[in-house]
């Protein structure tokens, strides 16, 4: 996704508006959102595989404000990075690569000061789920009332929850149950990238889509 500049973009303005000044950036990978981050008072970048984490350190050595740590957000050593006093978790596109969803969330709440903010994106509709789903590694996709009860049940109260990307559904759709293709299409990638992005962003800016190819969450932890 790196290229993907309209797409990461789109995003990132999901969540700008709830941003605390000092971020934990849980999967934050080879730094695709941090750059977006970089006028934050600290940011803590979380990753577990090191060719990431040594991606990070490179990329972001200039910055000062940046910490990059290496953390497992489904192991209980993760809840000592409230030593950050962070006040917002951002969790783009990576809860669904963990397979004990509920103590990753769990962790999170514990490393965050009260109150803080969880600002979430996880792939949506189940439906959909299939060959690229696995080649990335995902252990679900997920439906809007059990993202709700997973959430409550960690102790999150839900400030606002919406659906994303209505248009990347019939893409997702096709790649994965019925063309069954085993890997994300750079090419594809960069074409919805171009000439999709720009006019559906400005279409769910307008009007709100009754469903989406992921969900978008502001949890509170009081």
Known sequence: MQGAVNYRRWVFEQIAAHL???????????????????????????????????????????????????????APAFRRLARFRCDTAVCLNVLEHVEDDEVALSNIRAALCRPGKLLLMVPAVPAVMGTVDRALGHYRRYTRSRLERLLTARGYTIDALWWFNVAGLAGWLWNNRIARMAHESPAQVQAYDRFVVPWVSRLERVVPPPVGLSLVCVASTN
């Not at 849980?26 to 595989?49: K, M, P, Q, S």
């Open 20 to 74: 605390g000044p000092r971020v934990i950036e849980v999967g934050a990978g080879i730094g695709n959102y941090t750059d977006f981050l970089l006028d934050r008072e600290l940011v803590g970048c979380v990753d577990v595989h090191e060719p990431a984490l040594r991606r990070l350190r490179e990329r972001f050595a200039p910055a000062k404000q940046v910490v990059v740590v290496r953390a497992d957000v489904a």
